[in-house]
Nanobody, 119 residues
Framework: QVQLVESGGGLVQPGGSLRLSCAAS????????MYWVRKAPEKGLEWISA????????VYIDSVKGRFTISRDNAKNTLYLQMNNLKVEDTAVYYC????????????WGKGTPVTVSQ
């Protein structure tokens, strides 16, 4: 069965960096687009980044452009999110998610990893 397991979250000061990982199994990882989505306290889900197959096009929400980098290692079945210059407003639980066949939306989610940005 499909499994997505995030890791790498934690507590970091403003301006710091973290690298999130998402270990994928149960499907042909390199054949699907992948996403990072976050949920901040008392806010709804927020899609922040995606990486697609083929030429591995990447897209980002404006608030993280230039600070976050999404990448994937298909040989290791792993998705990454490098987060630099973190801000207090980046505090959230970060989820990786798998695209459904034909880019019809997310069909599987991980359980999330918490990121807290605080002094």
């Amino acid at each position: 069965q499909v499994q997505l397991v995030e890791s790498g979250g934690g507590l970091v000061q403003p301006g710091g960096s973290l690298r999130l990982s998402c270990a994928a199994s149960g499907f042909t990882f390199g054949s699907y687009g992948m996403y990072w989505v976050r949920k901040a306290p008392e806010k709804g889900l927020e899609w922040i980044s995606a990486i697609y197959t083929g030429r591995e096009k990447t897209v980002y929400i404006d608030s993280v452009k230039g600070r976050f980098t999404i990448s994937r290692d298909n040989a290791k079945n792993t998705l990454y999110l490098q987060m630099n210059n973190l801000k207090v407003e980046d505090t959230a639980v970060y989820y990786c998610a798998k695209d459904s066949p034909g880019y019809n939306g997310i069909d599987y989610w991980g359980k999330g990893t918490p990121v807290t940005v605080s002094q």
